[in-house]
């Protein structure tokens, strides 16, 4: 974006388009966007110090000057900065004649493309930081700002003329005055350094010392300080005449951040300042999205023939398979066989039948006499239409039936039986009495028979097993 910058000094215009500059002594119309510093024809700027809310700091600072004889009709506050001191706070303002701000802002926003309009104290102010100060030299009028740890100062001094006498004399008699605030302040003993900035000054006779030099020489000697100018630059005005300026500095400085504009002036400003960049971050993108593009071509042309070379090893494979399925049917009665020997691997592992006869019959030794011994499978539940079938009952729910009876003439009379469900429970076992004839848990038949359900209890039989 091309940008045109415009100095408003002491009532005069200056527009600096690149290496030239013109003078008005009206506002001009401006033909693209442009920057335009003013000092709203020498307002009045200070730093102030005030007790209470910075809420307030519009009215105190303004119910101030009209007391001292600063303004005497209404105005516009800026507040450019404001600094907490112990239970106050600094301010630093300009205060502009109403009837000049609302003219200059409304020509700032009436321009046919962007405008940024920015106070000069604001602009010293955003160029600082602790231990910096600045020298403005304006037409007849020099201003001096510096930013300490505990103190902000202004000064301004306004010449009677732009003769040189006068100027040396004004400028000597502000860095005087600014030596003396240096010197009462609580920062008397920080270094400070001071860069001068002068906005326009003609060229000088042939021999003779650029007068910004000169007066810069005067404001470090009265001072006491070390000055150092900004980087200048040479334009010429229409007649040809040289100049030596400190714009390019100042263009470096101006920033929408301290406009006084509207927020949506300022954001229109600073996205079309960025269109450039995103003009060429969009071109970049378009060639890398480019290469990519390229490149998943590539890839998608090589996963292909990849597939393709899958697809026929799949279709090879599926093939084989179909060509030994033949082979793969199960035999017939593979079912049954199968289930024989799954059962036979429960009723293994719920109760070994050799084991369990050879405990039983050491269980009886010499007491009972031992009829039979039953493997008895639990009844499984029969599955509901539809469903899936019931899972095959588990490993220790196989129980044994033994049925005996107790001869008078063999062991104790009297104690057969209980000698006998000892030893069962000795072995491992947890014998239950049920009826011979199948009448019910816990009888006995008159005639010595007896029958017992042996189950193992699982601590048991995961010791047995092996």
Not at 224 to 231: K, Y
Not at 265 to 287: M, T
Request: proline content about 7%.
């Amino acid at each position: 974006m091309s940008l045109l910058h415009v100095i408003q000094q002491q009532g005069h215009w200056l527009l600096f388009d690149g290496a030239t500059v013109t003078r008005s002594d009206s506002r001009p119309r401006l033909a693209g966007a442009a920057v335009v510093v003013s000092d709203f024809e020498n307002a009045v700027s200070n730093v102030i110090s005030l007790e209470g809310s910075p809420a307030h700091a519009v009215a105190l600072i303004e119910r101030r000057l009209r007391s001292d004889g600063m303004i005497d009709g209404e105005s516009k506050i800026l507040i450019h900065r404001t600094r907490s001191i112990g239970a106050g706070y600094q301010t630093l303002f300009t205060a502009v004649p109403l009837d000049l701000w609302q003219q200059t802002y409304a020509w700032a926003e009436a321009q046919p493309d962007h405008c940024l309009l920015i106070p000069f104290t604001s602009l010293l102010f955003k160029s600082l930081r602790p231990g910096l100060g600045l020298v403005l030299q304006s037409g007849r009028q020099v201003s001096v700002l510096a930013v300490l740890k505990h103190d902000m100062i202004y000064r301004t001094a306004l010449a009677y003329s732009e003769d040189p006498s006068d100027m040396a004399m004004t400028v000597g008699a502000l860095a005087e005055q600014f030596a003396e605030d240096l010197g009462s302040g609580e920062d008397s003993l920080e270094p400070l350094a001071l860069h001068w900035c002068p906005v326009l000054v003609p060229r000088p006779d042939a021999g003779q010392p650029w007068s910004d030099d000169a007066l810069r020489e005067v404001f470090a000697v009265r001072s006491g300080l070390r000055v150092d100018s900004v980087p200048l630059r040479v334009v010429r005005d229409e007649q040809g005449n040289e100049y030596r300026s400190g714009i390019g500095w100042i263009q470096s400085q101006a920033r929408p951040g301290i406009a006084i504009n509207p927020l949506a002036s300022r954001l229109a400003w600073s996205a079309e300042s960025l269109l450039p960049v995103a003009s060429a971050a969009s071109l970049v993108f378009a060639l890398i999205l480019a290469a990519l593009g390229a490149r998943w071509a590539l890839t998608g042309s090589e996963a292909s023939a990849r597939a393709d070379e899958v697809g026929s090893e799949i279709e090879a494979i599926e093939q084989r398979i179909a060509a030994m399925q033949a082979q793969q049917a199960m035999p017939e009665g593979f079912a049954g066989v199968q289930a024989f020997i799954e059962r036979a691997t429960r009723l293994h592992d719920g109760a070994d039948p050799s084991a369990s006869l050879a405990q039983v019959r050491d269980a009886a030794a010499g007491q009972v006499r031992i009829l039979r011994v039953k493997l008895e499978e639990p009844a499984t539940a029969r599955a509901a239409p539809g469903m899936p079938p019931a899972p095959p009952p588990a490993a220790d729910d196989y129980t044994l039936r033994v049925d005996g009876v107790a001869d008078p003439w063999r062991g104790t009379p009297g104690m057969q039986v209980p000698a006998f469900v000892e030893g069962l429970r000795r072995a491992g076992f947890d014998p239950q009495p049920v009826d011979p004839q199948g009448g019910g848990m816990n009888t006995r038949s008159a005639g010595g028979f007896f029958s017992y359900l042996l189950k193992r209890p699982p601590a048991a039989a995961a010791e047995v097993r092996p």
